[in-house]
């Protein structure tokens, strides 16, 4: 016998799975002449390691050298299943049948395939036909529930589950599918009642104790969740699912904290990918302590878990991945987890929005830009056929007379740049028109913007914890004519609700720079610098403003602010190219043409403002794109900051917008303290944010259309002293007088925009 196998037999027996399948896939490559034990093992092992593909393959030449054999036909059909190749698993399993007519194990197979791909009307004639031979097996009356729930057959479902659970008490999975349909109809209580139940049968199933967590915080109830978790650490402590689950359940309130749950629960399941995972994402997130640090942590533990294989990437291991590899600007390592295509759709097949804000970045051409909109399309469309299952009781008819009622939806109408944005509507609050209402979820202490806008409002309905379905309710029972979302799947927002249609009329407005890819939003709010040439890269209609999308409203940027006299280039005694941009608008093609700019500046430097800085990886990865076009090291100046930044716009002389994803935010902030912005143009929405901002302030001619211009704008205003130094005390009040700084007459327009689409939409509606 060769002495690998020997040696991947005694890795097995030590535990040893890699290095067993290791030697056995070696073993086989190099003499394929070997028994029907080594393969199945192999595949076997692979399948057990979650590595679905690479056992599909061995499984594969498993049956070509060994045709005649059932057991392996079957495995073959269930390692398909998991690798999501159902067709072929399909063919495998009929083959198997083949084999051995008399075994059941291929049609409960195919029953399961049948499921898992929602055909209930299939499943549901495996299992029919399996009850009818067995009634008292509680797998087939599990399997035949799981079909009419695909079929929304719910009370005949129930009637099975509760048999599956009768004939075997501690049935899990029954348990978890009866539970799970009870949330699926939002009878949240049931569920719970019925979750309790099950663990009640089942003392000590961790599964069953996640499932009535997940339950409680589906429900919105953050507090209770963390509650029921602590109150299992007595008894369960030591096991690493419930430090993982509690870690989770308060990682947006408390992420000190739940580091420490979550680096626990790796600690105790060392080779647990989805834990691994989640503690590489809370350090990411970690704003506390030395941000820098809290990042590279993260990076190294993806690099190493990556190197583990511990199973196949899905979706939520590459948005996660995605993150963090954007953090430290690796983009050579970002290429090599998928195409923008399969990325992308991974992520909304999935229900992974957020995850499309990070992929903005990577369009490269117009393939790329249409490709974008249809990921969020698909997401949109996913997110449609879940709120029609449960759809909201809205108001019959729209009542007649009376004032025109609108909404904002966001967790971020506080201190945040969406609050400060939208700061003037309530300053200059239209209420002889209108009765405005707010709708938050934000986590957070209510400060003194909030406190303002909520007593400006109608109605300012703050739940932290609260389901998106019973946000939607929330909304239609303020009967509205208009509701705008302003925060996009961004952190606490619930983009989901618009999926319900609470309000006849709905839009987006501010948080996102892109389509939200649900039909349902009827308008998106933008100016005429925004608009995209070609109207199908956007889902929504234009709702235009006459001159600008935003205004700077009285607290969006502090007076107090200082601009030094004088030149940042004289007291350093060189020009300082500078961004405080967020890494996620980063490319290699962003970082090589902001090198390209200092390469053609002698004595140049370029400055980034961003608590990246502190990661080692960060660092490196941004002086090799730089040195690729002759700038070295020691012309790159980290600034590690995060929130006091805007002092460190007095070192630098000119802004580099990053593209295609321009600057927002950053980009207001650079004018206000007189730094002028170089922007590249593109076509999409996203892509022409800086310059609807600058357009606006009459500094169109800083906006370049192509990589080269870019290049001789940034370059030119480097060598135009008097005009930079006019710039740099002249900008804020520039920014006042222009439209970006009227906030009556924005508020005005605003507010005759939405008053004049309700009423060509809704109809004309008398004045109180």
Not at 1 to 18: E, I, P, W
Not at 250 to 262: G, Q, V, Y
Not at 333 to 356: I, N, P, Q, V, Y
Not at 674 to 696: C, D, H, M, Q, Y
């Amino acid at each position: 016998m060769d002495d690998r196998l020997l040696a991947a037999d005694a890795a097995l027996k030590a535990g040893k799975a890699s290095e067993a399948i290791d030697l056995l896939s070696t073993v086989l490559t190099e003499d394929p002449a070997q028994t029907l034990q080594v393969y199945r093992v192999l595949s076997l092992k692979l399948y057990e390691a979650k590595r679905y593909d690479e056992a599909a393959e061995w499984a594969g030449k498993t049956v070509a050298r060994f045709p005649k054999e059932f057991e392996l036909w079957n495995l073959y059909g269930v390692i398909l299943r998991r690798a999501r190749r159902y067709d072929d698993a399909i063919k495998a399993l009929d083959q198997a049948q083949k084999l051995n007519p008399k075994s059941n194990a291929p049609l409960i197979n195919k029953g399961n395939i049948y499921n898992d791909l929602a055909n209930g009307p299939a499943a549901e004639a495996v299992f029919s036909k399996l009850v009818r031979l067995d009634p008292r097996n509680a797998e087939y009356q599990r399997g035949l529930g799981r079909a009419l729930i695909n079929q929304k057959r719910y009370d005949q479902a129930a009637v099975r589950c509760r048999q599956a659970v009768t004939l075997k008490k501690d049935y899990v999975d029954a348990w978890m599918d009866w539970s799970g349909m009870e949330c699926e109809r939002l009878n949240f209580d049931a569920a719970v009642d019925i979750a309790e139940r099950a663990v009640a049968a089942a003392p000590g199933e961790r599964r069953l104790l996640e499932a009535k967590a997940s339950i409680l915080r589906r429900m919105g109830l953050a507090q209770a969740t963390e509650d029921f978790l602590t109150s299992l650490l007595p008894t369960y402590g030591d096991e690493a699912w419930l430090q993982h689950a509690l870690g989770a359940s308060i990682s947006d309130r408390d992420r000190a904290r739940a580091n420490d749950h979550l680096g626990r629960a790796v600690a105790l399941e060392p080779d647990n990918l989805e834990y691994r995972m989640a503690m590489v994402e809370s350090l990411e997130r970690s704003r506390h302590g030395d941000e820098g640090a809290n990042i590279e942590a993260g990076y190294k533990l993806l690099q190493e878990t990556l190197a583990l294989k511990l199973g196949e990437p899905t979706p939520k291991f590459n948005k996660v991945a995605n993150e963090v590899l954007i953090r430290v600007c690796a983009f050579e390592e970002l290429d090599a987890l998928g195409s923008f295509r399969d990325l992308g759709r991974g992520w909304a097949e999935s229900g992974r929005h957020t995850a499309l804000l990070k992929h903005l970045a990577r369009v490269q051409n117009d393939e790329d830009r249409y490709e974008l909109l249809e990921q969020h399309r698909i997401w949109g469309d996913a997110a449609l056929v879940l709120a029609a299952r449960t759809p909201v009781k809205k108001a019959k008819a729209r009542r007649e007379g009376g004032k025109i009622r609108l909404g904002f939806m966001s967790s971020d109408l506080r201190s945040h740049p969406v609050g400060y944005f939208a700061y003037p509507l309530f300053e200059y609050l239209d209420d002889e028109r209108f009765e405005v209402f707010c709708y938050s979820f934000y986590q957070g202490q209510e400060d003194v913007v909030q406190k303002y806008i909520a007593s400006r409002v109608a109605g300012y309905r703050w739940n932290p914890d609260i389901s998106g379905y019973a946000a939607a309710q929330m909304i239609a029972d303020d009967d509205l004519d208009m509701l705008i979302e302003l925060g996009g799947s961004t952190h606490m927002n619930k983009l989901e609700v618009m999926a319900y249609r609470p309000a006849r009329l709905q839009a987006s407005w501010l948080g996102y720079p892109h389509s939200a890819g649900l039909s349902a939003i009827d308008y998106i709010v933008l100016d005429p610098n925004l608009v995209p040439e070609d109207p199908k890269l956007l889902i929504e209609t234009p709702m235009v403003m006459p001159k600008t999308w935003l205004a700077l409203g009285r607290r969006a940027f502090s007076e107090n602010y200082k601009i030094n006299e004088g030149l940042p280039q004289d007291a350093a005694g060189c020009i300082t190219f500078g961004t405080a941009n967020n890494p996620h608008k980063y490319s290699e093609a962003v970082l090589r043409a902001w090198a390209r700019v200092v390469a053609a500046v002698p004595g140049s430097r370029f400055q980034f403002v961003r608590p990246e800085g502190g990661s080692e990886t960060f660092r490196k990865n941004i002086e090799k794109y730089f040195a690729a076009e002759g700038v070295s090291a020691d012309r790159i100046v980290h600034r590690v900051v995060r929130g006091l930044h805007m002092a460190y716009y007095n070192e630098i002389d000119i802004t580099l917008d990053p593209f295609p994803l321009t600057g927002g935010t950053t980009t207001c902030e650079a004018l206000w303290m007189g730094v002028p912005v170089v922007n590249l143009r593109g076509k999409a929405l996203f892509e022409r944010l800086s310059g609807s901002i600058l357009t606006n302030l009459g500094l169109a001619h800083h906006i370049a259309d192509n990589l080269d211009d870019f290049v001789r704008i940034a370059v030119d205003l480097a060598a135009d002293r008097d005009q930079r130094l006019a710039l740099r005390h002249s900008l804020r009040e520039r920014m006042r007088a222009s439209p970006l700084g009227q906030n009556e007459q924005f508020a005005r327009d605003f507010y005759d925009l939405v008053a004049s689409t309700v009423q060509s939409r809704l109809g004309v509606r008398e004045t109180a």
